[in-house]
C-alpha cells in the first residue's frame, strides 16, 4: 500500500516504431479509498468537522430556551469556536511536520495528533453540554475548538504523503477525497442533530457527538496499534526504519 506504483510495458508504436515506453498507472478514486490511511483521513474528517459544525443549528435553540439569549449573544458566543482554531493552524501545523515529534510518536505519526485530539476534543464536547453560564459556555467552546484544530490539521498532510508514497499522481483525486468527506461532515451529523435534541435534549445530543470523535480515534488507532504490536516500536527507529504514518 506504500510503495510505488509497478509500471506495464506496451506494445504501443510510435509512427510505426515499436517503444518500450511504459504506460503510468492512474490511480482512481477508488483505489484511493481502499487504502487504509487515506479511508480513516475521511472517516475523521467527517467526524472532526460534523463536531465542530454541530452547535450552529443546536447552540442557538439551547441559549434561547435556557438563557434566553438574544441573536446578538449568541452570535458573540460563536465567536470562542473561530479564534482558538487560527491559533491551532499555526501551532499544530509546525508540529506535525517536526520529524523528531513524529518519530517520537512512530508508529502513529501524524495519526497521534489526530487520535489524541479527538479523544480531548470528544471530552470538552461533553463539557459543553455540562456547563450551566454563559461564561462556561465560551471557555468550553474555546476549548473545543482549539482542540478539534489538532485532530483536523494533520488531515491533509497525511492523505497528500500516502499519495506520495503511492506515485503521487493522485493528488487532486485525494484532495476531492477530503472535501467530499468535509461537506458530509457539514451536512450529514448537524442535519440530525435536531431531531436528536428534541429527544435527548441538548447535553444527550453533544454526548452522541462526543461518541462520534471516540469512535473515529479508536477507527483511527486500529492500524499504528496492529503495526507497533507486529513489528514493536524498534522498527520504526534508525536508519532502517519501516515506513510509519
Not at 506495464?8 to 481502499?34: C, F, Y
Not at 476534543?121 to 482549539?146: E, Y
Not at 479508536?218 to 513489528?231: G, S
Request: charged fraction near 10%.
Amino acid at each position: 500500500a506504500t510503495g510505488l506504483p509497478a509500471s506495464v510495458d506496451t506494445n504501443e508504436t510510435i509512427d510505426g516504431e515499436p517503444t518500450d515506453a511504459p504506460q503510468e498507472h492512474r490511480t482512481t478514486m477508488w483505489e484511493l479509498l481502499k487504502e487504509w490511511p487515506i479511508l480513516v483521513c475521511c472517516l475523521a474528517t467527517i467526524t472532526v468537522t460534523g463536531a465542530s459544525g454541530s452547535f450552529e443549528p443546536t447552540l442557538p435553540i439551547h441559549m434561547a430556551e435556557e438563557y434566553g439569549s438574544s441573536p446578538t449573544v449568541i452570535g458573540v458566543v460563536f465567536i470562542s469556536l473561530v479564534i482558538p482554531s487560527m491559533i491551532t493552524g499555526l501551532v499544530a501545523g509546525r508540529f506535525t511536520d517536526d520529524e523528531r515529534i513524529l518519530n517520537y510518536v512512530a508508529p502513529y505519526g501524524r495519526f497521534a495528533f489526530m487520535i489524541v485530539g479527538s479523544v480531548l476534543a470528544a471530552i470538552a464536547v461533553a463539557c459543553v453540554g455540562a456547563t450551566r453560564n454563559i461564561a462556561g459556555l465560551v471557555v468550553s467552546l474555546a476549548v473545543v475548538s482549539f482542540l478539534c484544530g489538532i485532530a483536523s490539521v494533520p488531515i491533509m498532510s497525511t492523505m497528500g504523503i500516502h499519495v506520495y508514497r503511492m506515485g503521487g499522481n493522485a493528488y487532486a483525486k485525494v484532495y476531492a477525497l477530503f472535501n467530499m468527506a468535509y461537506s458530509l461532515g457539514l451536512i450529514i451529523i448537524p442535519t440530525v442533530l435536531p431531531p436528536l435534541m428534541n429527544a435527548v435534549g441538548f447535553a444527550g445530543t453533544l454526548g452522541v457527538v462526543s461518541g462520534l470523535l471516540v469512535f473515529g480515534a479508536i477507527v483511527l488507532a486500529i492500524q499504528p496499534t496492529m503495526m507497533l504490536r507486529k513489528y514493536g516500536r524498534a522498527a520504526f527507529i534508525g536508519e532502517n526504519a519501516r515506513t510509519f504514518l
